[in-house]
């Protein structure tokens, strides 16, 4: 299990993929590489060919970056241009940091295992030596606080699979925050014993339990058929999933569609559709969609409080399919894209849609 899908099971036991295969699976490649993929293999090839080395090394990350956006055959993403703007400046310190070890010592995007505890990692970097530094990197959004639990938790399971596999803990463990560059995140025996702990305890719980929560339900595979996590998202501050009887759909020439979601006596449009989703009728279908967007408050567009974002899905919900917790259901993994469409699984794009959040329920 991977430090990622740990951190799932400690919040919520049903949300972690069923089994506990001590091998990571292959990365998947396909559909459109998000900004943190490009950033992710930029900074790899940066570091593998010794680019950090160079005069400038900010410059020759960006170039890199902008050849990887090349290499993915799809437009740079939207923010493109303020992220080769903090490429630029944030590469010189991260140079500094690697630079002071060998080529032998700096160990990038390397998988850690602990067979016995069927545990498994692939930290972004690992510079060995006398005093290892064990460095993460993180493009998502960081505040000027602390730094996140889920973060820490993921690097005190790096930290313990780097004393696994080296046979040394790391001295120093750093977070490479784009926004905020190099930030320290101290992991000590103590906190390493304890996030064990902690997975330990997760593991003797029931795998079926939910406990919906904003942060964890987002990107969680089962989401559009776990029931508990329905219930509970009608109460949440600041919801991004909608579901209800699909009454009317207005597509436009711009290749996008409105749709009109009714659900308990009220009405509420979702705009920015892709029409490909639409190759079927939709009105009278019930549909969940998760992870939209809001209209800002002052938008003049009262028409619509939700809107389509590059990460939202829908799935329509009658097709009789079992929900999670339903004691009689087993929906298989829809593995291919006819299979994800005949399950009404459906992403952004139709590039998307070939590869969006599928029920595994
Ligand atoms: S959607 Fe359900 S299974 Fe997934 S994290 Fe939320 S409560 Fe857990």
């Not at 490009?38 to 160079?54: G, N, P, T």
């Not at 993403?77 to 490429?87: A, F, G, H, N, Y």
């Not at 991004?240 to 009405?267: C, F, K, Q, W």
């Amino acid at each position: 299990m991977s430090a990622t899908s740990s951190w799932r099971m400690i919040r919520c036991p049903a949300s972690a993929p069923p089994s506990v295969s001590i091998t990571p699976r292959a990365p998947t490649e396909h559909g459109r590489p998000n900004r943190g993929t490009l950033v992710h293999r930029a900074v790899e090839s940066w570091i593998k060919d010794e680019s950090y080395r160079e005069a400038d090394p900010g410059a020759r990350l960006v170039t890199i970056a902008d050849s990887c956006v090349t290499d993915s055959g799809y437009p740079a993403p939207r923010d493109w241009q303020e992220t080769r703007s903090r490429l630029r400046v944030k590469a010189r310190k991260l140079a500094d940091v690697v630079s002071s070890r060998t080529v032998s010592q700096v160990i990038s995007e390397n998988e850690l295992y602990d067979r016995e505890l069927k545990l498994w990692g692939i930290p972004d970097l690992l510079l060995l030596g006398d005093r290892p530094i064990l460095l993460d990197l993180k493009t998502e959004h960081l505040g000027p606080g602390s730094i996140p639990e889920s973060i820490t938790f993921q690097l005190n399971i790096y930290a313990h699979l780097v004393l696994v596999n080296h046979g040394m803990f790391p001295d120093r463990t750093d977070v490479f925050s784009l926004e905020r560059g190099l930030r320290p995140a101290p992991v000590t025996e103590e906190s390493v014993k304890s996030a064990l702990g902690l997975v330990a305890d997760a593991r003797a719980r029931d795998r079926d339990a939910t406990f919906p929560d904003h942060e964890v339900c987002r990107f969680c595979d089962r989401r559009f058929r776990c029931e508990p996590h329905w219930r509970a998202a009608a109460a949440w501050d600041e919801p991004d999933g909608l579901e209800g009887e699909v009454v009317d759909t207005e597509a436009s020439s711009n290749g996008l569609t409105a749709i009109l979601v009714r659900h308990a006596e009220r009405e509420e449009w979702v705009t920015k559709v892709p029409s490909a989703i639409f190759q079927e009728e939709a009105r009278g279908r019930h549909v969940r969609l998760v992870r939209l967007g809001h209209f800002a408050p002052e938008s003049e567009d009262l028409k619509a409080r939700w809107r389509w974002i590059r990460t939202s899905a829908l799935q329509f919900q009658d097709l009789g399919l079992p929900s999670l917790n339903d004691a009689t259901g087993s929906c298989k993994r829809a593995a291919t894209a006819q299979s994800k469409r005949l399950h009404g699984c459906l992403g952004a794009s139709p590039q998307d849609a070939a590869q969006a959040p599928v029920c595994r329920a």
